[in-house]
């Protein structure tokens, strides 16, 4: 013990385990001149207790108070907080102010700089402590209730019959009285009062009134001083000293020492809870080279952001990830995939070099057919894409909607488009047709000018448009249903060459909105020159083509217009 | 929650499954004869960890410190007849209960019985990580807390397991012109991996996932990709006796331990396994595999993938990533903290 008198600031420590933490804890603070009353769940074995008595038996200023039983959510928790603060004021009349502290808190910054904020505030009460409508937060989707209705039942232990209880009593109409009309109030359990105050509210005449109806409310400590000293205080700071965060099941965030800048940055004078292995926490701040950092305000606020961020992550997810823990149900999410895509159909059937212009003028990544039969079309040829996807088109069909995805996820950044058509893997036409996240341009029919260039004789052609077709149909269908989230827009192979220019520039803006520049420079349009006389051949040999639109037989129209760039659009 | 008929018929015949499973086990324990047990030092709270291995000399180790230092107490193997020092090593640590046994891996369920009957009679109510000698579990964070903060966390969230997918780790140029020795880090060496490409689906009636990807499947399973190697584990579990793996750690049972992935959009915690197979030594080792035909229930349908083992492969491509963090490995979305900050 060293020979530093007393002072104005006591703490008490409600502890339940890890108690060679605590001892740390309350010997830095008792050894800094500060009394400590320790309380230790009566639901702890002897021996324990008995050594973390002994562990302090050398501090005068540390005390063990009366122990009672802390169940969560129950009454023992506020009993044991009276016991020991009535302890600490009444044997150490020289604190002022008193700190209600966990076994698992730990000093941020130096104990003087806390005394020293204290004293210029001598009078006031630092408590949480809110009104109920205006609580942010619910735990068992009870507010008022908790003031309203008894509670006989464990929450954590015996759900079902809690549960049941409440509902009958809301059934019943069952409400109990608010003694004098007192206004609940809520907020976190840990807060620093002040001698006035808690002597106010632990000798009140009305103190054995009050302390039966909270024996009753749920989760008392979070709700009997933050109630009380509203009657007795006229200067409550209603904030914790305490930092503390909760996770988005209402479980209070445990520090590691990882956390450690994090816990700097937040100013505060004490965070919980601590990790008990945190070695590193526990010398850092319980050391005093922690005097060297600077004193600002406590802002537990410069760290809501990553809190946020990280519930968010759990609660959101990334969004289009297929992964080992994130597995969404079909439907679940808007966007089935990570990024914005786009699917062309017909269009490197209709121009020359299709591939190129559009990387060139949406500056995006443009594959040939993902999904060709005898292997995937990766831009440029590649054999192995961004993440080390292969071309194979056995794997690939093995799982497709992971092959898209994990496409789709794996370029995060670069916008993908690629060529599709009746001739490939029709599997994921659903998917992504419900994929809010595709763009799909169709030109339908056009799978037919292949078709008229090839070398091939005239019955396989005929077969091959006959199946092609009937894919074609039942893919149109799809997009066309009603249910379709992806951005689709359709022409017929004869409607879209009249005028190329104008869908083009709709689908690049839709691409890259940003550059908004006119097309200037337009793909080259295949020759169709004779393209009518093969479609009427088609239907001379008992094949319907419709896909196209109105293509005549014979070809009046000068070749002049079918060849080479079309129009600009002004 | 309502049940269909359907339902409750699948329910009921997995309990029969599980059941049957733990009967193996029980009938198996003859198998096994006690080398060295240290089971005495094991604490209320131990996180235990248990594992079946095979002449694994070069790999020990640095398995044992890697697990150690991530706040493994104990370790119950089997040694499955090794022949080159594995059981005195292994026989030689302060932490480690051995058992030795010559019966058939293949009729063992590939060592799930032994260790069935070890977690049976060890594991009830401790973590347990069951891993192979070349899987090196790490997780968000491990670089800073220890499995038993992790596990802290996952009881404080009512999650009793935590998935791990393995991720295959290669070098560059062909696996067996890197030499290792045994104790070195062996992620100096096996530096790279897949960041993506795996394909994921839901596997009936036990809900598990079914992971296919990575180096081997792109590699030697073109043909077939259906028999690529699966790669989702749940390897960490807070055990209770009535609990059994049904395929290697990929599924057990009751069914529930296999929902380690969220199907609401959100991210649930997981891991990874970083595995070391491809080793300078696996090119001999393949061959030796090949021929003892206890690796696979049908194993001659995998003579391609031996012999492409032998032939001394290289999974390098210039879309490998290397290992770097578990930050890395986390943003790629390998795996999650899953709101664990």
Known sequence: MTDIPNGTLGFVMLCHTAFHRAAETARHWAERGCPVVIHVDRRVGQWSYDKFRNDLADLPNVLFSERFACEWGTWGIVAATQAATELILDRFPTVRHVYLASGSCLPLRPVRQLIAYLDERPRTDFIESVTTEEVGWTIGGLNMERFTLRFPFSWRTQRWLFDRYVRLQRAVGFQRTIPNGIVPHLGSQWWCLTRQTLTAILQGPDRALYDRYFRRVWIPDESYFQTLVRQVSSNVESRSLTLSKFDFQGKP??????????????????????????????????????????????????????????????????????????????????????????????????????????????????????????????????????????????????????????????????????????????????????????????????????????????????????????????????????????????????????????????????????????????????????????????????????????FPSSDDRPNESRRGRPYLVK | MTHSPADLLTAYRLRWKRRRLLGRAWRRRHDLRPVSDRRAAIGPHDILAFSCIRNEILRLPWFLDHHRSLGVSHFLVVDNGSDDGSAAYLAAQPDVSLWSTLASYKASRFGMDWLTWLMMRNGHGHWCLTVDADELLVYPYCDSRDLRALTHWLDSTGRPMFGAMMLDLYPKGPVGDHPYHAGDNPLDVLEWFDPSGYGIRIQQPMRNLWIQGGPRARSFFTADPRRAPTLNKVPLVRWHWRYAYVNSTHSLLPPRLNAIYDTGGAEAPSGLLLHTKFLNTIVTRAAEEQQRGEHFSNSAQYDGYYDALTRNPDFWTPQSRRLTTWRALESLGLMSRGGWI
């Open chain 1, 253 to 550: 965030h445990i520090f590691y020492d990882d956390h450690l800048q994090l816990l700097r940055r937040s100013d505060c004078f004490v965070a919980r809870k601590i990790w008990p292995n945190a070695t590193k926490l526990y010398a850092t701040f319980l050391s005093d080279d922690a005097e060297r950092q600077a004193a600002g305000e406590p802002n537990p606020g410069k760290i809501d952001r990553l809190f946020s961020k990280a519930v968010e992550r759990r609660v959101k997810g990334r969004p289009g990830l297929y992964m080992q823990s994130r597995f969404p149900n079909e439907d679940w999410e808007n966007g089935r995939t990570a990024a914005p895509y786009s699917v062309f159909q017909g269009f490197s059937d209709v121009f020359e070099n299709f591939e190129g212009w559009l990387s060139k003028v949406t500056g995006s990544r443009v594959h040939g057919h993902l999904f060709a039969p005898d292997r995937v079309e990766f831009a440029g040829g590649e054999a192995v894409f961004n993440g080390s996807i292969p071309d194979n088109s056995a794997l690939r069909d093995y799982n497709p909607r992971s092959f898209l995805a994990n496409l789709i996820w794996a370029t995060r950044g670069e916008r993908q488009c690629f060529q599709f058509g009746p001739a490939d893997l029709q599997e994921l036409n659903w998917f992504m047709a419900l994929d809010s996240n595709a763009q799909i341009s169709v030109i339908s029919g056009a799978w037919a000018v292949p078709l008229f260039k090839s070398n091939r004789n005239f019955a396989d052609i005929r077969r091959e448009a006959a199946r092609l077709q009937k894919i074609e149909i039942e893919h149109l269908a799809i997009l066309r249903h009603s249910t379709a989230k992806a951005r689709i827009r359709i022409w017929n192979l004869a409607e879209f060459i009249e005028n190329p220019m104008e869908p083009l520039q709709t689908i690049v803006d839709e691409i890259s909105p940003r550059s908004l520049r006119r097309l200037t420079e337009a793909p080259r349009m295949s020759d169709l020159a004779g393209f009518g006389q093969f479609l009427q051949n088609l239907r001379n040999q008992g094949m319907q083509p419709v896909l196209m639109g109105d």
